[in-house]
């Protein structure tokens, strides 16, 4: 192993508390083409049970590790060809643990366009520069005299040009610039200001329009907020910093002067001329290279922020409760142009659809639940998922009505998400998964998968379009799409995926496939018929060794010839399942069916052969819960009946929603008026709150109460505290400039009697 591979391996394992070994065997599988997932699950012994984390950071590091040092190596070279690699330069290129602290070393040795101080020193204006700063007893004034030429008119040209010479020397100095950067990272305040005339267009920014704050303690939406309001034009945002010192000399500038060895008192015209050069350096120079470079290293802090808190509210989407494989209903809401209608089968396939047109101008109530009723009876209807558009509480108000005059089992109804299905009905898998199926219609789709079964449904769309992040559209898109890809493979593999059932998206996020073998892989089951075991994976084209060991795994077989296809167990396992099967006297399926007797084993009697205490643990679990699902049991919020818009909403009432957004100052929530209600962090619990996280998690159902509603500007304030927050609390706590997007407003459906739903319900079936 080379020292700098070592080097990176070091400075990871302190980063995310490992050893040396371990990182460098994460190393070794991920530089080998193994996929997190599968090293965070298959690979404990090797990796001293690093998880899926740990490896993922890992990851991200190595990258950047392995980018300075080819940058590093890329320096020196550089220098060293300019012939003025010296033995300290080299050390401390060498010793540069960050790319800003190597790009400031190499400032001074930097290939650079033709600049004003190259200019002067052809005017032969290096000598004047080089004599003033050798000897502070001479008159700068007087000196320049002596370097007058055609192109050097009169003193003030000479002393100017030696000026832009004497100031290149100070701003390329990397101690100078490391001082002051450190400086600026403590002392710094972000400012912001309204330009004149936008006050009224940006009126939604109005919390930014004379706000400063010091630079290290911004949170991350208040900075993409500001940034957001600098790119409409609506602010100017500057890096401030000894703004207010009374000094004479203000702290950076004495410092500019300290590395460039100049006395600030000022006690010749040499020195006095090389202060005036300093100020002129930190203005002209120095500041707006460092603003700039301020102003990118706090977006870029706000971005990975942002995109923590998006990461995680994408993955506990993912991993929200599926409802399970049955009949479902899927309706989206609609005024003028419908109701859509869409019944899919328990495995997501269209079997039935329909508009309705309940509402306004046709307001066919009658014929509408008529149509609702036939379908539910036709096709043993066992859920009904709304979308929470336009119209959602009317249509669920709708759906309420069919299903209490329903005889028998009724289905159990929920409001969905609908972020993104658009998206999803408009794309061209959708096209190919419902080919001459109008547009709309697979919105409806959509809206029921997603109640069926969120993964499968939301892997299908951009996870940007579904909507939990804060500021999504401002980040650096790269960065997000590698970061949420990640997520969405994670949530996929911790699940598994069952191979005779799953669609070619969902099958391109299994370790180990990608989109071309996941299409080879339905391909090769439409061709043949289901897999009757894992092994005859290999039997697709182009899908190798090194990808079923990838994949194998994450992929379940429910009634194939291979008991342990249904499990997590891996393939390259099955001979220790077996073995551990065999020590309580039975086989696969009746340990399966009950897993008692593998209470009484001793793990570490099956310990060998390549697989360590980790792995014969994990086996042993599985054996005792087969193909186990790692999230929640199902369960929906229940909207209050006649709160249907924000005006409806009172202080002090207590409702149930559901969580549709965790950001670092609080939880949005919906609570069925079309406008998502905000549960301030200081409000989240009776206790102290430092990351929303530690209580609430995208889809969670929770208790609020109303504390205030601002119905012109559609703002809720809601709490989950016992007690209710006093006024000073109120007016205490932080709001996002920009509010969450807002739901359509929605048309109130017309009113109708119970007893002539009763009646349309009663003629619906009678026909049936």
Known sequence: MSNTQSTIETVIAGEIGARGPQVAAAVALLDGGATVPFIARYRKEATGGLDDAQLRTLETRLAYLRDLEARRAAVLKSVREQGKLTGEIERAIRGAATRVALEDLYLPFRPKRRNRADAARERGLGPLAERILKDRSVDPATLAA??????????????????????????????????????????????ARVVPGKEEAGAKFSDYFDHAEKWAGAPSHRVLALLRAEKEGVVTLDVEVDADDPASVKPVEAMVARHSDVKTAASSPADAWLMGVARWAWRQKLKPSLTTEMMGTLKEGADGEAIRVFSRNLKDLLLAAPAGAKATMGLDPGVRTGVKVAVVDATGRLIDQA??????????????????????GRHDVELVAIGNGTASRETEALAAEVIKALPGRKPVKAVVSEAGASVYSASELASKEMPGVDVSIRGAVSIARRLQDPLSELIKVDPKAIGVGQYQHDVDQGRLSKALDAVVEDAVNAVGVDLNMASAALLSRVAGLGPSLAEAIVAHRDAVGPFKTRRKLLDVPRLGPKAFEQCAGFLRISGGTEPLDASAVHPEAYPVARRIVAAVGKDVPAVMRDPAALKSLDPQKFVGDGFGLPTVKDIIAELEKPGRDPRPAFRTAAFAEGVNAITDLKPGMSLEGTVTNVAA????????????????????????????AEVVKAGQVVQVRVVEVDVKRKRISLTMR???????????????????????????APPASQGAFGAVLSAAFKRK
């Open 722 to 748: 016992r007690e209710m927050p006093d006024a000073a609390e109120r007016k205490g706590g932080e709001r996002p400039a920009v509010r969450a997007p807002d739901k359509p407003a929605p048309a109130k």
């Open 665 to 692: 100052f609080g939880a949005f929530v919906d609570i069925g008026v079309h406008q998502d209600g905000l549960v301030h962090v200081s409000q989240l619990a009776d206790r102290f709150v430092k990351d929303p």
């Open 355 to 376: 508009t309705v047109y309940p509402f306004q101008p046709k307001n066919d109530v009658a014929g509408a639940m008529a149509k609702l009723a036939q379908l539910i």
């Open 146 to 191: 002596g370097f007058l030429n055609t192109d050097v008119p009169d003193a003030k040209a000479a002393l100017e040009g030696a000026r832009d010479i004497v100031a290149e020397g100070m701003a390329e100095n990397p101690a100078l610039v490391g001082e002051i950067r450190r400086h600026l990272v403590a002392k710094a305040q972000v400012r």
